[in-house]
Each structure stands twice: as C-alpha cells, then as structure tokens.
C-alpha cells in the first residue's frame, strides 16, 4: 500500500517529513484539482519546481531505503531531470519508478521500460471506472479528439 502527494499542495514538504519515518511508498503527481491559492501554487512553473524538489528530496531518502519513489507525470522534461539527478545521486534504476496513464504519452512509456527504468501504466477498472473516466476527460477537454481519433 502507498500514498499518493500532490506537488502543488503547500504542505506536501512537511507531509513527506512527517511520512518518511514510516518507509513509505509515495507516489508523487502534481495535482489535478482546483484549490485556493492559499492552499495550491496556482501557477504550473511554480507546481513543476515543486515537484522537482520533492522528487529529488525521494530519490536521497530512496538510497537510503527509507523511501519509494514513485513519479507519476507525463511531464518528459521533468522525467529527464528526475532520471539525470537520480544519476548523479547514484540511486539505481528499480529504486524508483514512473507511473504513467494508459494511452497517454505511450511513446514515452516505452522509450523508459526500454532504457531499463521501471515503468507501470494506471487504468482504470472495477465499478467507478467511468466516473474516473469522466474526471480524466474533464481535466483536459482535447482528451474528447483523443478518444474519438481512436475510436474512429
Ligand atoms: C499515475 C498517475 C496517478 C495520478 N493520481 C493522481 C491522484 O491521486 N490525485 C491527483 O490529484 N492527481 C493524480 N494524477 C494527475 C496529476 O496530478 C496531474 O494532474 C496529471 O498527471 C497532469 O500532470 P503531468 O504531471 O502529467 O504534467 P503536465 O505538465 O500537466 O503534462 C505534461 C504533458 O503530458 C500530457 N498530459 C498530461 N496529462 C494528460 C491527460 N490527462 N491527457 C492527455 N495528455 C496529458 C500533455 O501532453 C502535457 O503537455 C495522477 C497522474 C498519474 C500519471
């Protein structure tokens, strides 16, 4: 069993410290709901910095296997930039993971699984898979072309 913490939140860093002495399994995304900006950065570059920081905070505490990591983004820059510092920290690949979406960015999928990292793809199942759907679809109206292309 994991968690999951949302990069955009302002209290996700202290979350994650007050985590950490419980090893847990962290799956790390940036957040896809809508909240004050009292509560959420509002702005996507201030949400990716964030996220960079907390990754990069996972992968230290991943060596020391106090962690694991998950990155689930299909943010190709930030992956690169995960994957460059986990090299540099010298956590190997297996310590961590991507978790991607079924269909998107399945050209990405690959091209990690094939570079040797670990990477799982999320679909949805079981009797809440249209309302789960629906929410995907909500989040990113070009989503409607993507399925429609598809179906088509
Ligand atoms: C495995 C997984 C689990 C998640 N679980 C949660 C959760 O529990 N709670 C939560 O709040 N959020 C969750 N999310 C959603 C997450 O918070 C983001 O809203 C979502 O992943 C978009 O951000 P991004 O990191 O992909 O980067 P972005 O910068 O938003 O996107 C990067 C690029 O990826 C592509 N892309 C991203 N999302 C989509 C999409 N839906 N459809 C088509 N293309 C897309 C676009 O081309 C975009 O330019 C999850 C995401 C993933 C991958």
Known sequence: ??????????RTPKDLERLLPLRP?????KGAYS?????AFPKKADVDLAYFALAERLLAEARASRVTPVFGTHDERLIERIRAR????????????FHL???IRADAQR???AAGEKVRVLI????AWFAWYMRRLAERPANIWFVLRNLI
């Open 124 to 127: 949805s199942y079981g009797t």
């Open 111 to 113: 091209r990690l699984a």
């Open 86 to 97: 986990a090299a540099e920290l010298k956590a190997a690949r297996g310590i961590y993971e």
């Open 101 to 103: 979406l079924y269909g």
């Open 35 to 39: 909240e004050p900006s009292h509560v």
């Open 1 to 10: 069993m994991g968690v999951c913490l949302q990069a955009y939140l302002r």
């Open 25 to 29: 399994a962290i799956r790390l995304v």
